[in-house]
């Protein structure tokens, strides 16, 4: 079964309006998420790492102030676009991982097409 | 700095036939490297992965890779291919410790009948 659930999985919205991302780990406690950008045929794109209760981390190029990112449990982490642009139309993916002892297994959600308009 | 490279950005397979996406990496301790397949507009799914032991790996769906330390590579294969196969394959590499994966860029598989 799923692990890991993504919401919603599409959404369009204009120009100058925010949107919110959920992504929820089912199974597990997950004290990190990931959340990646994806622009057609293009890879995947690490935006910010989530961590449970404290501030994300942001990789370089990656505006805090536009994509915030909220991880208030160890089951959610929220990806918040603020003030969307068409630009920003992208597929949005989260990642939690697990670790087993010293590896660790990645879940992806299902992804999140944004359409700005 | 880790990094992964996938030569091919597109591959086109005649269905039945065999196929083998390549994938390089570079990383500067053991590597753990894997295999995601994404269909369109879907999320990822794994295929397969390769932390340690055997460097042959068996994954879903019939594929497998291959880890070649000296080559740095961890090429994925699939003897038969079938229609259903035609998707995005994208590489990816980790570490120990390390929660960061790093993609390649992808290759689009295309089956003709």
């Known amino acids: 079964g799923a692990v890991v659930s993504q919401h919603p999985s599409w959404v369009i919205c204009k120009s100058g309006t925010s949107v919110k991302i959920e992504c929820r780990s089912l199974?597990?406690?997950?004290?990190?998420m990931f959340w990646y950008r994806q622009f057609p045929k293009q890879s995947l794109m690490l935006m910010a790492t989530?961590?449970?209760?404290?501030?994300?981390?942001?990789e370089q190029g990656v505006e805090k102030d536009k994509f915030l990112i909220n991880h208030a449990s160890l089951t959610l982490s929220t990806l918040t676009v603020t003030s969307a642009h068409p630009e920003d139309s992208s597929f949005y993916i989260c990642?939690?991982?697990?670790?087993?002892?010293?590896?660790?297994?990645?879940?992806f959600g299902q992804g999140t097409r944004l359409t700005v308009v | 700095a880790q990094s992964v490279t996938q030569p091919d950005i597109h591959i086109t397979v005649s269905e039945g036939a065999s196929l083998e996406l390549r994938c390089n990496y570079s990383?500067?301790?053991?590597?753990?490297l894997f295999w995601y397949v994404q269909s369109p507009g879907q999320g990822l799914q794994l295929l397969l992965k390769?932390?340690?032991?055997?460097?042959l790996v068996q994954g879903i769906k019939g594929f497998e890779a291959e880890f070649k330390r000296s080559q740095s590579s961890f090429n994925l294969r699939k003897p038969s291919v079938h229609w259903s196969d035609a998707a995005e394959y994208f590489c990816?590499?980790?570490?120990?410790?390390?929660?960061?994966?790093?993609f390649g860029t992808g290759t689009r598989l295309t089956i003709i009948p």
């Open positions: 989530s961590n449970e209760g404290s501030k994300a981390t942001y």
């Open positions: 390769y932390f340690s032991g055997d460097t």
């Open positions: 990642r939690i991982s697990r670790r087993l002892g010293a590896r660790t297994e990645a879940f």
């Open positions: 990383y500067g301790a053991t590597p753990y």
């Open positions: 199974d597990f406690q997950a004290t990190t």
């Open positions: 990816a590499v980790g570490g120990f410790g390390n929660e960061k994966l790093t």
